[in-house]
């Protein structure tokens, strides 16, 4: 039996042929492939985009994750007008007493932050050998929200704007639109966006003014302070911080739409872009864990949050 991490996607193909393609058999049999083989359809893609070559470590790595077999993860990657594709996994942990928990995972929005689609790709393998670490949680990750920017090493898209300042103000950009679709689609109960800034002195997070927010951010925090050392100047990227918890938040960053209620958890973790990329997924991947731990206490304890 085929996996559905083997579940495949052509870039020709729109979003919803792509969702009806659950049935791995008739899939494989649309690519022409040998059942006994493992397949290989997806090396012939470069799945960020027909016209983009990702960074070797990510492409190489995303490449590992899509060819692992498990039953709990599946990919797709519904294309964009920008030639590039939206690539989204999906882990779906083992069951739980309640319903699945709904998170939404982004990284790689920010092309000069490559440790973002690193983690989320350890983070995958991570799950696919330890499943329960993700159990009652689905899953999406989405590791490379701008291949483009992931291809240059810029932080801006190919046509120069910060995807991190244009969400839910009618945005221009095609990732967004999509993006803003599948965050309205998925209502998601949780959101984490991965990145780093290479202006701080250690890890960090935003908080947005949110009590839940904080509750896990500063778990999310000593989870990940294991690898790296922790920002605790009183002033972080300009902003009034409190043990590398800052409340602030930009205009148009990645967010629930404004009329989900109730509204998400929403946390933005940031690692120290100066040191090296291993390090920075490592604190990523169990800042990540350690959300996922400690929001599943919270609805242990609280009910419904
Ligand atoms: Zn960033």
Redo the contacts with the bound molecule.
């Keep these: 039996m085929v996996s559905p991490s083997q579940i495949l996607a052509s870039p020709q193909e729109s979003w919803h042929q792509i969702a009806d393609f659950r049935s791995d058999l008739a899939l494989r049999t649309k690519c022409g492939l040998d059942k006994s083989l493992p397949c290989r359809f997806v090396d012939r893609l470069n799945h960020a985009g027909t016209s983009v070559r990702l960074p070797e470590a990510i492409a190489q790595a995303l490449a590992e994750v899509r060819s692992t077999v498990s039953p709990h993860l599946s990919f797709t990657a519904p294309p964009l007008a920008t030639g590039c594709a939206l690539e989204r996994y999906d882990f779906i942990g083992p069951k739980a007493a309640h319903d699945f928990i709904r998170i939404g995972l982004f990284t790689g929005?920010?092309g000069?932050?490559p440790a973002?689609p690193i983690a989320a790709t350890r983070l995958l393998a991570q799950l696919i050998r330890q499943p329960h670490l993700a159990t009652g949680y689905h899953l999406t990750v989405y590791p490379t929200i701008n291949p483009h920017g992931l291809a240059a090493g810029t932080?801006h898209d190919e046509a120069g704007f910060d995807l991190?300042r244009e969400f839910w103000k009618e945005s221009s950009r095609p990732v967004v639109k999509l993006l803003e679709q599948e965050l309205r689609a998925a209502r998601f109960q949780g959101i984490i966006?991965?990145?780093?800034?290479d202006t701080c002195e250690g890890l960090y997070g935003y908080a947005h003014g949110r009590l839940l927010n904080e509750e896990l951010l500063r778990p999310a925090l000593r989870a990940s302070g294991q690898h790296l050392p922790m920002d605790q100047r009183p002033l972080i990227d300009g902003f009034a911080a409190d043990e590398g918890v800052i409340h602030f938040c930009f205009p148009g960053v990645l967010s629930a739409p404004a009329d989900q209620h109730p509204a998400p958890f929403d946390i933005?973790l940031?690692t120290p872009a100066k040191a090296p990329d291993d390090l920075q997924a490592a604190a990523m991947v169990d800042g990540v864990l350690a959300i996922l731990a400690e929001y599943r206490r919270f609805i242990a304890f609280g009910g419904d949050l």
């Design positions: 929005i920010h000069d932050e973002g932080r991190n966006a991965l990145h780093a800034d933005i940031e």
